[in-house]
């Protein structure tokens, strides 16, 4: 069982939890992710670790409630428990040698461009950030961004705060005003990796995007995180997260991630009348 050290809202929608998991604060590093269930009869998700403390034994995670799962854990208080905290998993994200990186991160995958973005600047990385949101309401992490980045962009689509317009209208000016990259680490829903893919390609700029497929078992077992990447299977959970972003078949990807949208719905509803009637 792994206690809830602190929770907080940071918007309607997300939430971040800090759990005590000293094992996993030992060995993580930014880029990789954790397996958990709120539950001994509740299902496995993967969620990115979003920051970790070594002295404290602590690792951050923040999630969109969304489904089912993040319901019931979004319902947990701070001081309770979860099941199960199995990690870290995955590769962690390359930072060495770089000299200066612009972080992409867009809605609650800024949560996972951050720690990413902390790394880099610790190592003396000049780190520029363009994190974007759909309004004001929406914005996460702002101060922790300022903190570890030499240039902060952040955007909203309805100009509510910030700049208006998309992460890629920022990158694009960035770029066009002479900032030149070593890579371009974006991380957020696949729609935008994809364009902001499309936008690098033509600078020829690496790019580096993290996936976050359905996942089951973590171990590459079930295969059901597989994507196509330069024209091979590859998973998610033990090849990835991060990937060549100008190598991945997005178009499938996106495909793929809305197989189970339906289900997920029923589930979610379910779950919320389930919490409301403990409550009653």
Same mark, same amino acid.
Do not use: W
């Given at each position: 069982m792994y206690r809830i050290f602190r929770k907080e809202? !940071?918007?309607?929608?997300?939430? !971040?939890m800090e759990i005590e998991a000293e094992r996993v604060a030992k060995k993580a590093e930014p880029g990789q992710f954790i397996i958990l269930r #709120?539950? &001994?009869? /509740?299902e496995r998700i993967p969620l990115t670790v979003a920051d970790f403390d070594r002295e404290k034994g602590t690792v951050t995670i923040i999630f969109q409630v969304v489904g089912a799962t993040t319901k019931l854990l979004d319902s947990k208080k701070e001081g309770e428990y979860i099941e199960d905290f199995v990690g870290p998993l995955g590769v962690p994200t390359r930072t060495d @040698?770089?000299? $200066? #990186?612009? +972080? +992409?991160? @867009? /809605?609650v995958g800024s949560a996972i461009a951050y720690p990413i973005a902390k790394k880099l600047h610790s190592l003396g990385c000049e780190v520029h950030s363009v994190v974007g949101f759909r309004n004001k309401d929406l914005v996460i992490l702002e101060d922790e961004f300022k903190n570890a980045s030499d240039v902060l962009k952040l955007m909203t689509d309805d100009g509510s705060y910030g700049e208006k317009g998309l992460v890629t209208d920022a990158l694009k000016a960035?770029? &066009?005003?002479? &900032? $030149?990259?070593? &890579? #371009? +680490?974006? +991380? @957020?829903? !696949?729609?935008?990796m994809k364009f902001v893919c499309l936008l690098t390609k033509e600078y020829g700029i690496k790019t580096t995007v993290s996936m976050n497929p359905i996942m089951i078992d973590g171990t590459g077992m079930c295969g059901g995180c597989r994507l196509t990447?330069? /024209?091979k299977t590859k998973f998610a959970c033990v090849d990835g997260p991060d990937f060549d972003g100008h190598q991945v078949d997005f178009d499938e990807a996106i495909k793929r991630s809305s197989a189970y949208k339906e289900f997920e719905r029923h589930a979610y509803e379910e779950t919320c009348n389930l919490l409301n009637k403990k409550a009653d």
């Amino acid at each position: 069982m792994y206690r809830i050290f602190r929770k907080e809202r !940071l918007n309607p929608t997300v939430t !971040l939890m800090e759990i005590e998991a000293e094992r996993v604060a030992k060995k993580a590093e930014p880029g990789q992710f954790i397996i958990l269930r #709120v539950n &001994e009869d /509740g299902e496995r998700i993967p969620l990115t670790v979003a920051d970790f403390d070594r002295e404290k034994g602590t690792v951050t995670i923040i999630f969109q409630v969304v489904g089912a799962t993040t319901k019931l854990l979004d319902s947990k208080k701070e001081g309770e428990y979860i099941e199960d905290f199995v990690g870290p998993l995955g590769v962690p994200t390359r930072t060495d @040698g770089l000299k $200066k #990186v612009a +972080i +992409i991160g @867009g /809605g609650v995958g800024s949560a996972i461009a951050y720690p990413i973005a902390k790394k880099l600047h610790s190592l003396g990385c000049e780190v520029h950030s363009v994190v974007g949101f759909r309004n004001k309401d929406l914005v996460i992490l702002e101060d922790e961004f300022k903190n570890a980045s030499d240039v902060l962009k952040l955007m909203t689509d309805d100009g509510s705060y910030g700049e208006k317009g998309l992460v890629t209208d920022a990158l694009k000016a960035l770029i &066009e005003s002479g &900032e $030149k990259y070593d &890579e #371009v +680490i974006a +991380i @957020g829903p !696949l729609v935008m990796m994809k364009f902001v893919c499309l936008l690098t390609k033509e600078y020829g700029i690496k790019t580096t995007v993290s996936m976050n497929p359905i996942m089951i078992d973590g171990t590459g077992m079930c295969g059901g995180c597989r994507l196509t990447v330069g /024209g091979k299977t590859k998973f998610a959970c033990v090849d990835g997260p991060d990937f060549d972003g100008h190598q991945v078949d997005f178009d499938e990807a996106i495909k793929r991630s809305s197989a189970y949208k339906e289900f997920e719905r029923h589930a979610y509803e379910e779950t919320c009348n389930l919490l409301n009637k403990k409550a009653d």
